[in-house]
């Protein structure tokens, strides 16, 4: 069975081309064609809907597939003022050579914002945006995580989460978001490091705000617990934590939520996505001055 599934991730020959087109009034636009066996396509549009009134925009990052399960389907609207807007744009442009198209991983636990800030980032940058476990379901045949825990297991949902990692590593300008627990395999690093790694580093307690209001039915790791929820899902993650926090640290750069907190005078929970995304490029320009240090 693992062999079968294994076969079906075709993701090496996923991307043949990859056609970026910047549209006036600053509608993002790319294509990516995939494996033409499969006559695969995926359209993605990242539109910046300027609402003069309040100074606000719509950062809206929304993908749309041919021939892909509805399950891969995803639309998010974020909010940014036209000032955020234009600082991280100041920024990626800062950091745009250093990074030479390689890949960005988020790494981090579950609920930690890798695929909010992972999509601003992507959309930022004008890389593309892929999410690993929503990689590993299609592969598996469009299956959640939460059933492929229950019908194969936790070793057969880490292999096949290499075998994305291997293969998203051989690409250039995407930024990844990869599972809570991707960390744990040193050969996952091995993949990682062919890219810049960003630790996003969210204090567990306002994790389990956050993960108890989504619900954790989706959270194989976390489901299985039962009596107060936000109590429990925060010892879960006090015991993963644990175990995990040497793992996050093997990151090429931490954004520490509430480094950010203390800077901004704010409650973690009110930091913005927004403003983390500009914390990820401001680390990695700190990765680029650490390194030129070195070279004199
Ligand atoms: N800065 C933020 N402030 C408040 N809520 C946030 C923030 N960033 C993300 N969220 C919310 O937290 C939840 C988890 O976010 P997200 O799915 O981006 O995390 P993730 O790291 O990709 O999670 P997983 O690894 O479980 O897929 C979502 O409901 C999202 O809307
Ligand atoms: O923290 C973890 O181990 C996990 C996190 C999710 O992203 C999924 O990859 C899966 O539920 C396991």
Same mark, same amino acid.
């Given at each position: 069975m693992e062999a079968r599934v294994s076969q079906s #991730?075709? #993701?090496?020959?996923? @991307? /043949?081309s990859d056609k970026v087109v910047r549209k006036p009034g600053g509608c993002l636009r790319f294509s990516v064609k995939w494996n033409e066996k499969l006559m695969h396509r995926t359209v993605i549009s990242c539109h910046l809907q300027p609402r003069k009134a309040n100074r606000r925009v719509a950062l809206k990052v929304s993908c749309s597939s041919h021939? $892909?399960?509805?399950?891969v389907l995803e639309s998010e609207c974020i909010t940014a003022s036209t000032d955020e807007i234009e600082t991280l744009k100041n920024k990626s442009e800062e950091v745009e050579e250093y990074l030479d198209g390689r890949c960005i991983y988020l790494v981090g636990m %579950? &609920?930690? &914002?890798k695929t909010t800030v992972g999509r601003i980032l992507a959309e930022t940058l004008g890389y593309s945006f892929f999410d690993c476990d929503r990689l590993i379901e299609q592969a598996v045949g469009g299956t959640t995580v939460a059933e492929i825990f229950k019908l194969h297991g936790e070793s057969f949902f880490r292999d096949n989460e290499t075998e994305v990692l291997h293969k998203l590593s051989? %690409? !250039?300008?995407l930024v990844v978001s990869t *599972? &809570? *627990?991707? $960390? $744990?395999?040193p050969i996952n690093w091995r993949h990682m490091h062919k890219g810049i790694s960003v630790w996003l580093d969210v204090p567990l307690d306002a994790l389990a705000k956050r993960i108890t209001a989504e619900g954790t039915k989706s959270r194989p790791l976390l489901h299985e617990e039962s009596g107060d929820i936000y109590d429990k899902t925060l010892k879960r993650l006090t015991t993963l934590m644990e175990t995990r926090g040497a793992n996050y640290a093997n990151a090429s750069a931490r954004v520490s939520l509430e480094n950010i907190a203390v800077k901004k005078g /704010?409650? $973690?929970? !009110? @930091?913005?996505p927004t403003e983390i995304t500009l914390e990820v490029l401001i680390q990695i320009e700190n990765l680029k001055k650490q390194e030129s240090v070195v070279v004199l």
């Open positions: #991730l075709q #993701l090496s020959s996923w @991307i /043949k021939n $892909v399960q509805a399950s %579950m &609920g930690s &914002g051989a %690409m !250039h300008r *599972g &809570g *627990g991707a $960390v $744990v395999r /704010k409650d $973690v929970c !009110h @930091i913005t």
